[in-house]
């Protein structure tokens, strides 16, 4: 598993850019206690416009429900560049998505905010269920979703 996240941020580095300068940044998405199945994430970094530049994990693996990620679907237009080897299982109820990637610096302290979209079969989809500025000072503080997330964390 540790293999997969050490491919999957040099992935991410050059995707994001050419630059050599680059922090590890790890996310933890803890859901809520909710009745239902496996939770869609859609994990994905905006400007200060609120434009889409990418997506940084996709939780759920069936794409015909990804349009349920409405705030991502439309930035990425489900492109599937957008998400190739970049997606993983759906999340249940009360566990905790955690993650670790490569991050630009540039990116950071620069105006662009994480958007956590979140979507459950037959229930609401959750449009910008978290929305948080990727600071410095932001990081290691929790903040609370409006759907099913509970609580969402970065770290450098």
């Given at each position: 598993?540790?293999?997969?996240f ?13 630059t ?10 803890q ?31 069936d ?54 979209d ?12 978290v ?26």
């Amino acid at each position: 598993m540790r293999k997969y996240f050490v491919v999957f941020g040099l992935v991410m580095t050059m995707f994001f850019s050419a630059t050599a300068s680059a922090r590890e940044v790890t996310f933890d998405t803890q859901l809520t206690n909710y009745r239902g199945d496996g939770a869609y994430l859609a994990i994905y970094l905006t400007d200060s416009n609120g434009v889409y530049q990418g997506t940084l994990w996709i939780a759920g693996r069936d794409s015909e429900y990804y349009k349920h990620l409405r705030g991502w679907a439309r930035g990425s237009r489900m492109r599937r560049a957008e998400y190739d080897g970049l997606t993983g299982a759906s999340i249940t109820s009360g566990r905790t998505l955690t993650m670790t990637m490569n991050i630009d610096d540039s990116f950071i302290d620069n105006g662009y905010e994480i958007h956590v979209d979140t979507a459950v079969e037959d229930r609401r989809d959750n449009r910008s269920d978290v929305m948080v500025p990727l600071t410095s000072e932001g990081a290691g503080k929790p903040v609370a979703g409006r759907g099913y997330v509970k609580s969402f964390t970065y770290n450098f």
